[in-house]
């Protein structure tokens, strides 16, 4: 089976541009979640999706959004980017059930704002 | 509120010896437990869950970890180290209520020498 998958791996922007990342979760997992992964914040919760909906929310700025589509993958964008949002950004996918738990990490999207 | 503390920043060890790498926790409810190993430019990679049952919990590579309630802990062992497992350790919580979202200790270097 294939795992996440996230696109592009790296990506250099502008102060003030905005940004969309890709994040493909493993086939049959409907639940995806976002993380931002910083040297001095560590690794932060931005979003939760499931089915299409945002089931929950880190403490971020309305400049970091996200959906899903039907298909389960998720995109989050930000806008007006700031140099403190570089970053590495993580997508994570679940199978919801009883059993199942644990979340299954992608590779990440390292952004770059200068 | 639920956190995690790794009070560590890094471990050294020698090939060969054991390792264990510390995870305290606070979250309210039955805590679901997770360690992840992340390699340099790589996503978190799965590594053992505690859900319920044992407290003693076996993943992969060789790890295993003890989940111990009375002190909140969950520290991760390794009966003998090898070089390759040099990496970041994070530590993860979740209650079994409420937000899915894991909240991730700062993280642990472990490093074996050879």
């Known amino acids: 089976k294939a795992g996440v998958t996230q696109t592009p791996r790296y990506l250099i922007k502008t102060r003030g541009q905005q940004v969309t990342l890709s994040c493909s979760p493993i086939s049959g997992h409907r639940s995806v979640s976002w993380y931002q992964q910083t040297p001095g914040q560590g690794l932060q919760f931005l979003f939760e999706y499931f089915s299409e909906t945002q089931r929950n929310k880190g403490n971020f700025p309305g400049r970091f959004s996200g959906r899903q589509f039907s298909n389960s993958r998720s995109e989050m964008n930000v806008s007006t980017l700031e140099l403190g949002d570089s970053a590495l950004y993580l997508c994570?996918?679940?199978?919801?059930?009883?059993?199942?738990?644990?979340?299954?990490f992608g590779p990440g999207t390292r952004l770059t704002v200068t | 509120a639920q956190s995690v503390a790794q009070p560590e920043d890094q471990v050294n060890v020698a090939e060969g010896n054991p390792l264990t790498v510390k995870c305290t926790y606070s979250?309210?409810?039955?805590?679901?437990l997770f360690w992840y190993v992340q390699y340099p430019n790589r996503g978190l990679q799965f590594l053992l869950k505690?859900?319920?049952?044992?407290?003693l919990v076996k993943g992969s590579y060789g790890f295993e970890a003890e989940f111990n309630k009375s002190q909140t802990s969950f520290h991760l062992k390794k009966p003998s180290a090898l070089v390759s497992d040099s990496a970041l350790y994070f530590c993860?919580?979740?209650?079994?209520?409420?937000?899915?979202?894991?909240?991730f200790g700062s993280g642990t270097r472990l490093q074996v020498q050879p």
């Open positions: 505690y859900i319920t049952g044992d407290n």
């Open positions: 979250v309210s409810g039955n805590p679901y």
């Open positions: 994570a996918s679940t199978m919801e059930g009883a059993r199942y738990y644990e979340q299954y």
């Open positions: 993860a919580v979740r209650g079994d209520t409420g937000r899915r979202a894991l909240t």
